[in-house]
């Protein structure tokens, strides 16, 4: 397999949980990101090595609701192992990220391009039929009805025109920004297409650099855009590492059930310098020594 | 800002960051019955119990925030809308911590309050997507962890159930076996701390409707009351079967208003395809002026949890007072220790006798600042304590 395409939905009936169609992936490895971004909601995760590369798009609305009136998503994952011709031509993913990153600045006309797409291309009745069926949806299926709804998607000037160039190599910017998202999608356009490493995330859950520390690598580039944040443009990401967190300050307390009480109560700096401390270690033996001679030959010069 | 819960925070509490408290509350409920709402409800209305005290509650951490923030903003655009609709909040697709700080004004003093929010649709193994497993152990690991259990009801489903058939979908639409399936572990993983306190929430949600006291224009409170004993029968009397030696076991009762300005229109029960028999159970809201929200109940909650979590935190405090008390004792003792006559000398000569008394002091003043913070968390429980629950609180 060069390049596995899955879908996950959900059914009308209650019991017809969210799943995907046919096997999923192996791993699920965008739970990496569970304390950075809620599934859930509008999520885009691109990650690539250099060779291959995987891509997670969430939160994708379908017209479709479930019994309770719920409305039903899509998820989207697409890897690819970089070996061999890829199934997916790399620019249909970058395409399926423009579009859904496209609609994150707001409600506009026109939005939705990608709702209508895949519901073209994943008919209720389908979907139910797959989600019902006691063998696995072929994954050829899943992959063939996903690039029919790029084929669907509004066609785009190549993702590169006009898209700025944030010029740093780790930045986090709105996602209410045109600028940002199309800068954005460039950065996906280099992962995908040129086969560069790093990362492009739109997260949800995310407020400030600060958040983001914990992603940093140096491996590995970093781009996010994410709704809602303090940042007024592209910021440059810190080069600081650590856990999310660091910083705080260390506890001065000892530990609580040290039996070796020397050990473990703090001692304040010692004040004197360090010749004079040095002087203070040889004068000191000599001194006691003369009056340790004195306190024994005092009670016989005595007598 | 992090998902997963400190690794120290193993048992109902823990110490975590900064040294703070880590209490983790469970909470157990099918999909869509409001979890997640209730918990904003939490938030957002028990600062207005804390007004006047030293604590304050608060989000941690940016996740967090913005998780509560973005179900705050579905839920008032949908009162603004003029209508509200259950449904239209989409439901949790993945396990989820909210961190809540009981913020006590002090460094290091809080309580973090750990809240597991999760797909309903986990609960039951028939209806548990492939692949998520590992992370349904993860949950159970972290409910079975907790010393506080809530289990939201959906007081509609009760109400609204006016037929046989209706009555028969109540335990499928509740979940009501695998709700007790999961109180009994935690009842079972209980008798391993029985010097814990245990707290039971049976918390009916979306109870606007059947109350008069919020709004409202009927009293049903008995029958919803009625309708909970009997539902959750099994439930209540688990606990004395399940968790005999616990001591200190509550079951308490806490219908919640989680929105306060909305009264329930009408009630479907619709046939499941594929499922014959089965019934799905919508409701839809009217909103009443001036749509706004106006939850009522997650006061009890609140001083049905601070009870117990401020208690135990007064435990762990006076635990950790004395241990404080104990190790300036030592450290005096050793500040003083007689070594002999020429090391008495040298450590005089040396300045070690005045590194000994300062630190001997600096572990005092510790444990004095220990005592101060247990003795204000005294203040706070005892005032606690004199809080009543509303009329609405039963307590079984």
């Given at each position: 397999?060069?390049?596995?395409?899955?879908?996950?939905?959900?059914?009308?009936?209650?019991?017809?949980?969210?799943?995907?169609?046919?096997?999923?992936?192996?791993?699920?490895?965008?739970?990496?990101?569970?304390?950075?971004?809620?599934?859930?909601?509008?999520?885009?995760?691109?990650?690539?090595?250099?060779?291959?590369?995987?891509?997670?798009?969430?939160?994708?609305?379908?017209a479709?609701?479930?019994?309770?009136?719920?409305?039903?998503?899509?998820?989207?994952?697409?890897?690819?192992?970089?070996?061999?011709?890829?199934?997916?031509?790399?620019?249909?993913?970058?395409?399926?990220?423009?579009?859904?990153?496209?609609?994150?600045?707001?409600?506009?006309?026109?939005?939705?391009?990608?709702?209508?797409?895949?519901?073209?291309?994943?008919?209720?009745?389908?979907?139910?039929?797959?989600?019902?069926?006691?063998?696995?949806?072929?994954?050829?299926?899943?992959?063939?009805?996903?690039?029919?709804?790029?084929?669907?998607?509004?066609?785009?000037?190549?993702?590169r025109s006009g898209a700025p160039d944030v010029g740093e190599r780790d930045w986090l910017a709105d996602a209410g920004s045109a600028p940002a998202r199309a800068a954005f999608v460039r950065r996906v356009d280099e992962l995908l297409v040129?086969?560069?490493?790093?990362?492009?995330?739109?997260?949800?859950?995310?407020?400030?650099?600060?958040?983001?520390?914990?992603?940093?690598?140096?491996?590995?580039?970093?781009?996010?855009?994410?709704?809602?944040?303090?940042?007024?443009?592209?910021t440059r990401l810190g080069r600081e590492r650590g856990p999310v967190g660091a910083g705080k300050a260390p506890s001065a307390a000892p530990p609580r059930t040290s039996p070796v009480i020397s050990a473990t109560l703090p001692m304040?700096?010692?004040?004197?310098?360090?010749?004079?401390?040095?002087?203070?270690?040889?004068?000191?033996?000599?001194v006691l020594a003369l009056a340790a001679v004195i306190a024994l030959l005092l009670p016989l010069l005595s007598r | 800002m992090t998902n997963q819960?400190?690794?120290?925070?193993?048992?109902?509490?823990?110490?975590?960051?900064?040294?703070?408290?880590?209490?983790?509350?469970?909470?157990?409920g099918p999909s869509r019955v409001g979890k997640t709402s209730l918990i904003t409800a939490l938030l957002h209305d028990g600062q207005r119990l804390l007004e006047g005290t030293p604590i304050s509650m608060k989000a941690v951490g940016t996740a967090t925030q913005k998780r509560l923030s973005q179900h705050r903003r579905e839920l008032d655009g949908s009162l603004l809308a003029g209508e509200f609709d259950a449904g239209a909040l989409g439901g949790s697709q993945d396990q989820f911590t909210f961190h809540l700080m009981l913020d006590t004004g002090v460094p290091g003093t809080g309580i973090e309050l750990q809240l597991l929010d999760y797909p309903g649709g986990w609960l039951d193994p028939h209806t548990r997507p492939a692949g998520v497993d590992a992370q349904w152990e993860e949950c159970e690991r972290f409910l079975e962890q907790c010393s506080v259990l809530v289990v939201p009801v959906d007081a509609a489903v009760l109400m609204e159930a006016t037929t046989a058939s209706h009555l028969r979908a109540v335990p499928t639409v509740l979940g009501t076996p695998q709700?007790?399936?999961?109180?009994?572990?935690?009842?079972?993983?209980?008798?391993?701390?029985?010097?814990?306190?245990?707290?039971?929430?049976?918390?009916?949600?979306?109870?606007?409707?059947?109350?008069d006291d919020n709004g409202g224009r009927r009293d049903q409170s008995a029958t919803l009351l009625q309708w909970v004993r009997k539902v959750y029968r099994q439930v209540v009397e688990l606990v004395p079967n399940e968790a005999p030696d616990v001591r200190n076991m509550r079951v308490v009762y806490c219908p919640v208003d989680t929105i306060g300005c909305v009264e329930i229109l009408r009630a479907d029960w619709l046939p499941e395809p594929d499922e014959p028999g089965a019934l799905t159970f919508v409701a839809h809201y009217g909103v009443r002026p001036p749509g706004e929200r106006s939850v009522k109940g997650t006061e009890d909650?609140?001083?049905?949890?601070?009870?117990?979590?401020?208690?135990?935190?007064?435990?762990?405090?006076?635990?950790e007072a004395g241990l404080r008390r104990e190790q300036a004792d030592t450290a005096q003792t050793f500040?003083?220790?007689?070594?002999?006559?020429?090391?008495?000398?040298?450590?005089?000569?040396?300045?070690?006798?005045r590194l000994r008394a300062d630190a001997a002091r600096s572990s005092r003043e510790e444990a004095i600042q220990a005592a101060e913070r247990a003795r204000a968390l005294t203040g706070i429980v005892e005032s606690l304590a004199r809080r009543v629950h509303s009329d609405r609180v039963h307590q079984w």
């Open positions: 397999m060069v390049t596995a395409v899955h879908v996950q939905t959900r059914g009308r009936p209650r019991h017809r949980d969210y799943g995907f169609l046919g096997a999923g992936p192996e791993r699920p490895w965008w739970r990496e990101y569970a304390g950075h971004t809620a599934f859930e909601r509008p999520t885009v995760l691109v990650e690539s090595d250099g060779a291959g590369y995987r891509a997670y798009l969430s939160g994708i609305p379908s479709r609701r479930d019994a309770v009136g719920t409305v039903i998503r899509y998820t989207l994952v697409v890897e690819e192992d970089g070996v061999g011709v890829p199934a997916v031509e790399p620019a249909a993913v970058v395409t399926l990220v423009r579009c859904w990153v496209s609609e994150q600045g707001g409600p506009r006309p026109g939005s939705g391009g990608l709702t209508r797409a895949l519901d073209g291309a994943f008919p209720e009745d389908e979907v139910e039929r797959m989600l019902a069926a006691p063998e696995p949806v072929a994954p050829a299926d899943v992959r063939r009805r996903v690039v029919a709804a790029v084929r669907a998607l509004p066609a785009a000037d190549p993702a040129d086969r560069r490493p790093g990362r492009a995330l739109l997260l949800n859950l995310v407020g400030s650099p600060a958040d983001l520390t914990a992603l940093l690598d140096d491996t590995s580039p970093l781009a996010v855009i994410a709704p809602d944040t303090a940042v007024a443009g592209p304040p700096a010692r004040t004197t310098s360090r010749p004079v401390s040095r002087l203070w270690t040889v004068l000191t033996p000599l | 819960a400190p690794a120290a925070a193993a048992g109902a509490a823990a110490a975590g960051e900064d040294g703070r408290l880590v209490y983790r509350i469970g909470m157990v709700v007790t399936d999961v109180v009994r572990s935690w009842l079972k993983r209980r008798n391993e701390r029985p010097d814990e306190p245990a707290l039971l929430l049976l918390c009916p949600v979306k109870c606007e409707s059947y109350f909650i609140m001083i049905a949890l601070c009870r117990q979590l401020v208690a135990g935190r007064q435990k762990v405090e006076e635990r500040a003083e220790r007689d070594e002999g006559f020429f090391r008495n000398i040298w450590y005089l000569v040396s300045g070690e006798r």
